[in-house]
């Protein structure tokens, strides 16, 4: 038996590849399964990235737009005690996103490069 935080990841995982390979009910569902493990104490930050997963899968720019905000100010809260990695991590989530809103018009796959996030647009 798996534990939550395997599972979780597993699922995740696999939604992401059924997601770039056009397969978005799949993917919703498998992120569905995903958002119901809870798997830590950053579940703040997982779950509201995890919801703008799901609302760039199902077309929701409405809920895209409110889940990045949450993402955006989970992240840019401060760090609790830690050595900055939570706060990396967050930021790559929040890039990630980013890339789902800038290209809201185009496939996951397409989205989810460097091309739409905004560390392509730093550099």
């Known amino acids: 038996v798996l534990a939550s ?23 919703i569902v498998l992120f569905e399964h995903a958002r119901a493990q809870d798997p830590d104490a950053r579940a703040g930050t997982i779950i509201s990235y995890l919801d703008a997963q799901l609302a760039f899968l199902r077309r929701d720019r ?9 993402v955006r100010a989970e992240v840019m809260s401060p760090p609790n005690n ?13 890039n990630q996103v980013d890339g789902f809103v800038r290209c809201f018009d185009r ?8 091309a739409c996030n905004s560390m392509a647009r730093a550099r």
């Open 82 to 94: 830690d050595d900055g990695l939570r706060q990396l991590a967050g930021q790559l989530l929040l």
């Open 5 to 27: 935080r395997n599972r979780f990841k597993l699922y995740v995982n696999e939604a992401r590849y059924a997601a770039r390979d056009g397969q978005y009910e799949r993917a």
């Open 62 to 70: 409405v809920a895209l737009d409110i889940a990045r905000e949450r």
């Open 107 to 114: 496939t996951y796959l397409e989205a989810d490069t460097n």
